[in-house]
């Protein structure tokens, strides 16, 4: 017979029930679905390696009722509790904007998801659920935090936030790199508090890792960012397309992407168009803006948009060009080119977060050297397969989601072990 305590909502039980799989409740503020963004493919199979183990419910927000995305989960088996806050006003947002500030705490990647829909669908949840863990999806999560004040918290941060907002402050200027930075040391302050009160806490690289071991007291797991290996399995190694095809990947409505591409577009081409006069630039992603939208009128360069299925794109590129200077976590681009067996060359940020070598597994230039990388990787199609091979070879065995998945859970379970010792204790 289970029982609620009247302090802290921890289930107990005279006599446990060791059938019954731990309850795992995760707070996101952004449904997983579709499977378009690197933050909803690494959420959602999560959630399914999850589901094998553990009962899992979601609270998060969507559009309507019948949003398919809640369908989608539960073919995985996780039952999703919707909150469906309507859409943002102006106002709003900017009493939102002053709630913060007036907190001492940031707006950006934190308080913008603390909508009181999702506040209520949250409490609510919590209180018929009764979980066992708490999994905080991002930072944004632990605003909530006062609603379950004793529970053991797992969170999957899957970037340093403050990081990314300081690097996004610098290529601003005036008023808003002012407020961006204030932003970051805000996020800072944030991130430190979620690594003191978090039991398990999960990064997607090393240096993330090693960051968040330094200013907190949660175990700090580290469990990458993966691919879908057998998504790509059917594609060739390597590529010899003639002319050349380089390609970009990604959320063309976030700045550091949009501003590489335009790098790729207005300062890389030309060059390769010289050695290459027939030689072609795709910039493929989701909600371009108008300065992305313009580059396609630039000799060589198509701009794509929103395509259902990115794999015609990876199969007839012939390089995969990631020349990105700021953000934070990992690219799923370049897993998924690793899997599609494409040919990479990448910035070092580009790359941040993967266990991959310049020269073994992709060539690594910074932006001052990135169309002389390119122009190697295109005139030399021989070593760029041999690197596309062993990119392959190294997301099969260290980065496909079946091998994430079981690390994530490793990393509930820790969590769930926790909290049985701290009732034995109590």
């Excluded at 603390?114 to 632990?142: C, I, K, M, W």
């Excluded at 204030?182 to 398990?200: G, P, W």
Aim: charged letters at 25%.
């Amino acid at each position: 017979m289970s029982l609620v305590t009247a302090d802290h909502g921890l289930r107990t039980k005279a006599a446990p029930d060791r059938s019954e799989r731990p309850r795992v409740l995760l707070i996101t503020s952004e449904l997983p679905w579709p499977l378009n963004t690197g933050g909803h493919l690494r959420t959602f199979h999560l959630l399914k390696a999850l589901a094998q183990s553990y009962e899992v419910r979601v609270v998060t927000v969507v559009d309507c009722a019948d949003d398919p995305g809640l369908a989608e989960l539960e073919k995985i088996g996780v039952r999703v509790h919707p909150a469906i806050p309507g859409p943002r006003r102006r106002l709003t947002e900017a009493a939102q904007v002053a709630r913060a500030a007036l907190r001492g705490e940031p707006y950006v990647m934190f308080h913008r998801h603390n909508r009181a829909a999702l506040r209520l669908a949250v409490d609510a949840e919590f209180r018929s659920f009764q979980p066992d863990v708490v999994y905080l999806d991002h930072l944004d999560p632990l605003a909530f935090r006062p609603l379950f004040p004793q529970s053991v918290l797992v969170a999957d941060l899957h970037n340093i936030y403050s990081k990314l907002a300081a690097r996004v402050a610098e290529e601003r200027s005036g008023p808003a790199r002012f407020y961006l930075r204030r932003e970051a040391r805000l996020l800072a302050d944030i991130e430190r508090r979620i690594a003191r009160q978090s039991t398990v806490l999960m990064t997607v690289s090393r240096e993330e890792q090693q960051h968040f071991e330094s200013i907190g007291t949660a175990r700090v797991q580290l469990v990458p960012n993966g691919v879908d290996c057998g998504a790509f399995r059917h594609m060739p190694v390597g590529r010899s397309s003639q002319p050349p095809v380089l390609l970009y990947l990604g959320a063309l409505s976030w700045q550091p992407n949009a501003k590489a591409a335009e790098f790729l577009a207005r300062d890389v081409m030309p060059d390769i168009i010289r050695a290459h006069p027939d030689a072609r630039l795709q910039i493929v992603g989701r909600s371009p803006g108008p300065d992305v939208l313009a580059l396609q009128h630039l000799p060589g360069v198509e701009v794509h948009a929103s395509v259902p299925d990115v794999g015609v794109y990876l199969r007839q590129a012939s390089v995969l060009a990631v020349p990105l200077d700021s953000g934070g976590g990992t690219r799923l681009k370049i897993l998924e080119a690793f899997a599609a067996g494409l040919p990479v060359v990448s910035t070092p940020i580009g790359c941040e977060g993967i266990d991959c070598e310049h020269s073994r597994h992709l060539l690594v230039a910074e932006r001052s050297r990135f169309a002389d990388a390119i122009l190697q990787a295109v005139e030399a199609p021989g070593l760029m397969n041999s690197f596309a091979e062993e990119g392959r070879r190294l997301v099969e065995s260290a980065y496909d989601w079946s091998v994430i998945g079981q690390k994530a859970c490793a990393a509930v379970r820790e969590a769930v072990t926790c909290r049985t010792s701290r009732m034995d204790q109590g």
